[in-house]
């Protein structure tokens, strides 16, 4: 049982460099992790790819994650499930 086990870790820049490396580190150590990333690329459009990928990694290595690759203003709260990208978190 990994020290983070039913914990949910939301990582904002988790698409690439130091995010990335914080959301596997996370799901790692047994936290679900939500990957938001907005993808801006060189001309400020976004792009969900990145948040997906990593996403797509740690469900590979048997975590729960899900991509999150826009803005959102407001979380749910109150216990259930949150959908990211469509992966259960």
């Given at each position: 049982?990994?020290?983070?086990?039913?914990k949910v870790a939301v990582v904002t820049g988790?698409?690439?460099g130091l995010g990335r490396c914080h959301a596997l580190a996370l799901a790692a150590a047994g936290a679900r992790v939500v990957v938001n990333d907005l993808g801006g690329g060189l001309n400020g459009a976004g792009d969900?790819?990145?948040?997906?990928?990593?996403a797509e990694e740690i469900r590979d290595a048997g975590g729960l994650a899900?991509?999150?690759p826009g803005r959102r203003r407001r979380w749910a709260g109150g216990g259930g499930e949150h959908r990211a990208g469509g992966g259960a978190v």
């Open positions: 049982m990994g020290l983070l086990e039913g988790g698409g690439r969900g790819d990145a948040a997906n990928a990593v899900g991509g999150h």
